[in-house]
């Protein structure tokens, strides 16, 4: 069993920075995929960034350059460090783990409760 909790969500001007952790509890490993994912209202869920078990990074292009995804697996915990934030990130932000990395949203098997980002012009 894995338990997920985020926390650092709030509300920024446009062009201002937030950071994201993740905080993993349980049956976790080192080697298992980790994501952050978000839903604004009225859209459908998206990856927004995915680190494996090597530290590999994947981006959606839209947040590619201003997002920075890591992990600590000492501390089983996930962070995405956001900068120059655009109302259109605004969203609720959630975080996942799997045991392999895939765009496919059916195979995150763990999921956070959600920490809301609000982004205002």
């Known amino acids: 069993q894995v338990q997920l909790v985020e926390s650092g969500g709030g509300s920024v001007q446009a062009g201002g920075s937030l950071r994201l952790s993740c905080a993993a509890f349980?049956?976790?490993?080192?080697?298992?995929?980790m994501a952050w994912f978000r839903q604004a209202p009225g859209k459908e869920r998206e990856g927004v960034a995915y680190i494996d078990g090597d530290g590999k990074t994947t981006y959606a292009d839209s947040v590619k350059g201003p997002f920075t995804v890591s992990r600590d697996n000492a501390k089983n915990t996930l962070y995405l460090q956001m900068n120059s934030l655009k109302p259109e990130d605004t969203a609720m932000y959630y975080c996942?783990?799997?045991?392999?990395?895939?765009?496919?949203?059916?195979?995150?098997?763990?999921w956070g409760q959600g920490t809301q980002v609000t982004v205002s012009s």
């Open positions: 349980g049956d976790i490993y080192s080697t298992y995929c």
């Open positions: 996942a783990t799997a045991y392999t990395c895939s765009s496919n949203i059916m195979r995150w098997g763990y």
